[in-house]
């Protein structure tokens, strides 16, 4: 707006007249009605317009200086002044050092799932003496996008039974984990629409943090108990204009939801009426199963990004990434990967290569799924009656509250008795109120009946209530 248009109501305003137009000033330079460089008129001209006296211009365009909010300099005049540099608020890391998982001290932490020690080590370490060997000069190379194509179809075969849709080698890229898959896509698909992610209620915060790195706003969309709402998404995706979703279809993190094969229709159909981008984010996917519905990508490969994961499934240690590009976008993706990280080192595509193709990975998978479903077990019996969700081979629950349980109150006892578990705030946004339930990791690596004691304390203490005191 011109300064010669900007025309603010001061009457009515409680208090004197310079403070009521100090206030207006702020709220017009916050706003950007006024940008910044906006040269203000002379306290005379200003006074004339809003027919105030020049000395009440003059001690709001002091308390305004004062503030901030505008600059004077003598000889030049009074100019709307820039922001001040915002600095980045510190975030914490998704992951810090736990306390030894098999240790018998201290209390047990039930915070970030870990997965079995099923002897993967051994097998890593077999493989990599092996490829240690047959290392050659072009380590001594940049990766190019060609290099990796022996991975790229051993991932290829190993994402089949996954359901994933038409998809080659072309359409694949290979990263650093799934964070680093999702934050990749969304790079590439914010870079021409507005910088916004629709993203679940109650979503990984590891989604979150990478929106923050893209400088995009993360709009919540309602949950329910196969979700993501199809008509919420309409609804968001109406009002903002966003044009990328991340969800979890088959097992949502934290509530453990999936999506049965009418709701994933639903949400394609939705994504295709608004032209929205899919991040299908798969990384704790149940084993692969004949019944199961679809993946999103199988019912949308124009638009959906499927990201899948070696870290959930084997070792979150080996830190390797699938992502199955939508059709026609792999080059695109392979480009943007490079650019981002210069492709995955020779060393980690010839592991992978060595364990899909070996099936060494399969039957540590296999390994795994069994000793998470055993765990899984504690978790239902010593959780019965109390709502809890859980899906096969994925090593969290979800534990709903009962009423009158607060989440940050349970989590807080929890942590007197000695079992330390995440609270359902940790996983929105700072003005949603969140409903009341836990996130309980399956420390796997903990002995069976160390957990097992802190699942049956946990149990205990949501049936009990608040007002029982520590277990």
């Known amino acids: 707006m011109r300064i010669e248009e900007w025309q603010p109501d001061l009457s009515g305003q409680p208090g004197p007249k310079f403070r009521a137009l100090a206030n207006a000033l702020r709220e017009a330079a916050r706003s950007g009605l006024l940008a910044p460089g906006t040269r203000l008129p002379p306290m005379r001209d200003m006074a004339w317009r809003l027919k105030v006296t020049t000395g009440t211009v003059a001690r709001a365009?002091?308390?305004a200086a004062a503030e901030g909010v505008i600059e004077s300099h003598v000889g030049r005049g009074s100019f709307v002044a820039a922001p001040p540099a915002r600095r980045p608020v510190p975030q914490p890391?998704?992951?810090?050092?736990?306390?030894?998982?098999?240790?018998?001290?201290?209390?047990?932490?039930?915070?970030?799932?870990?997965?079995?020690?099923?002897?993967?080590?051994?097998?890593?370490?077999?493989?990599?003496?092996?490829l240690a060997d047959d290392l050659d000069a072009d380590v001594l190379d940049y990766t190019p996008l060609s290099r990796d194509q022996d991975c790229r179809t051993a991932a290829l075969d190993w994402m089949a039974v996954r359901r994933v849709g038409p998809a080659a080698t072309g359409d694949m890229v290979l990263t650093h984990g799934g964070q680093h898959a999702i934050t990749l896509v969304m790079a590439l698909c914010l870079a021409d629409q507005p910088a916004q992610v629709m993203v679940e209620a109650l979503t990984y915060p590891g989604i979150v943090h990478a929106a923050r790195l893209m400088r995009a706003q993360t709009l919540p969309v309602a949950l329910d108990d196969q979700g993501m709402r199809p008509e919420d998404l309409d609804r968001v995706a109406r009002a903002s204009g966003a044009r990328l979703v991340c969800l979890t279809p088959s097992a949502q993190n934290p509530t453990l939801a999936s999506m049965g094969a009418e709701r994933r229709a639903a949400i394609i159909a939705v994504a295709r009426r608004h032209d929205i981008q899919i991040i299908e984010d798969e990384c704790y996917a149940p084993s692969p199963d004949p019944q199961a519905p679809p993946s999103l990508r199988a019912l949308a490969p124009e638009r959906v990004w499927h990201v899948?994961?070696?870290?959930?499934?084997?070792?979150?240690?080996?830190?390797?990434?699938?992502?199955?590009?939508?059709?026609?976008?792999?080059?695109?993706?392979r480009v943007a990967a490079q650019h981002s990280h210069m492709g995955l080192s020779q060393p980690i595509t010839g592991l992978v290569t060595r364990l899909i193709r070996s099936g060494d990975a399969a039957q540590i998978a296999r390994a795994v799924k069994e000793q998470v479903d055993d765990r899984l077990a504690l978790a239902r019996e010593a959780l019965d009656g109390l709502g809890m969700r859980g899906q096969p081979g994925v090593p969290m629950v979800w534990l709903p509250?009962?009423?009158p349980w607060n989440a940050v109150d349970f989590v807080a006892r929890a942590a007197v008795a000695g079992v330390i578990v995440r609270p359902s705030?940790?996983?929105?946004?700072?003005?949603?109120?969140?409903?009341?339930?836990?996130?309980?990791?399956?420390?796997?690596r903990m002995p069976r009946a160390r957990l097992a004691a802190a699942l049956d304390g946990l149990g205990?203490?949501?049936?009990?209530?608040?007002?029982?005191?520590?277990?």
């Open 93 to 130: 890391l998704l992951y810090e050092s736990l306390d030894h998982p098999m240790s018998q001290q201290g209390p047990a932490d039930l915070r970030i799932p870990q997965l079995p020690d099923c002897g993967q080590a051994r097998v890593l370490a077999r493989h990599l003496t092996a």
């Open 425 to 444: 705030s940790d996983f929105c946004g700072p003005d949603q109120v969140p409903v009341q339930g836990v996130r309980i990791a399956l420390n796997c």
């Open 460 to 471: 205990r203490m949501a049936r009990s209530g608040p007002m029982a005191g520590p277990d």
């Open 61 to 63: 365009y002091q308390v």
């Open 401 to 403: 509250l009962p009423a």
């Open 308 to 333: 899948s994961s070696l870290s959930k499934i084997i070792a979150a240690g080996l830190r390797f990434g699938i992502l199955i590009c939508p059709e026609g976008m792999g080059q695109a993706g």
